[in-house]
T-cell receptor, first 113, second 113 residues
Framework: NAGVTQTPKFRVLKTGQSMTLLCAQD?????MYWYRQDPGMGLRLIHY???????AKGEVPDGYNVSRLKKQNFLLGLESAAPSQTSVYFC????????????FGDGTRLSIL | GDSVTQMEGPVTLSEEAFLTINCTYT??????LFWYVQYPGEGLQLLLK?????DKGSNKGFEATYRKETTSFHLEKGSVQVSDSAVYFC????????????FGGGTRVLVKP
């Protein structure tokens, strides 16, 4: 029972490098989300998707891009990493419908040097 | 816009003590309210939720009541255990496309034997 799986779990990048974080869910959920978690600030929504082929900006989208080519996958890209993007990134998914809980992955710890 | 404010931690307690974590919110509409818990090294898990005024959510000995008049959703547990050591997040969701969550900053709780 995998739920939401994030790859990789840890990564260190140099400023200016690019990378893609992968999120996969096996619960057939319609909605998927990418958050970043920084000390004392809770989780802030970066981008989200309400279905295959659709994405939308969240609270802090600058410097990130996303794609949802398949229903079960949601990719988060950093085109040119900056130290301010050092954070722990969480992916989540939820079924369609009001008040549905979100299911979270275990996170990706990303450090930008 | 929407916001969630919760007490800053860390909160340090002895086993079997009473726990309260305060949470207040600001919302433009009529939100649903959630408590999520994050154990060390893991993603967030839904602890409990309430969807309308005076609803009481409960799970694993934790309770929280949706108070519309005071815009609050305080989390309580009568007798904590060491295994309750975690970070607790209060969150709200308004009925918009994507069921987006707005999180508080999180409260770290440490229970000592």
């Amino acid at each position: 029972n995998a739920g939401v799986t994030q790859t990789p779990k840890f990564r260190v990048l140099k400023t200016g490098q690019s990378m893609t974080l992968l999120c996969a869910q096996d619960m057939n959920h319609e909605y998927m989300y990418w958050y970043r978690q920084d000390p004392g600030m809770g989780l802030r929504l970066i981008h989200y998707s309400v279905g295959e082929g659709t994405t939308a900006k969240g609270e802090v989208p600058d410097g990130y891009n996303v794609s949802r080519l398949k229903k079960q996958n949601f990719l988060l890209g950093l085109e040119s990493a900056a130290p301010s993007q050092t954070s722990v990134y969480f992916c989540a998914s939820s079924p369609r419908g009001q008040n549905q809980p979100q299911h979270f992955g275990d996170g990706t710890r990303l450090s930008i040097l | 816009g929407d916001s969630v404010t919760q007490m800053e931690g860390p909160v340090t307690l002895s086993e079997e003590a009473f726990l309260t974590i305060n949470c207040t919110y600001t919302a433009t509409g009529y939100p649903s309210l959630f408590w999520y818990v994050q154990y060390p090294g893991e993603g967030l898990q839904l602890l409990l939720k309430a969807t309308k005024a005076d609803d009481k959510g409960s799970n694993k000995g934790f309770e929280a009541t949706y108070r519309k008049e005071t815009t609050s959703f305080h989390l309580e547990k009568g007798s904590v255990q060491v295994s309750d050591s975690a970070v607790y997040f209060c969150a709200l969701s308004e009925w918009t496309a994507g069921n987006k969550l707005t999180f508080g900053g999180g409260t770290r709780v440490l229970v000592k034997p």
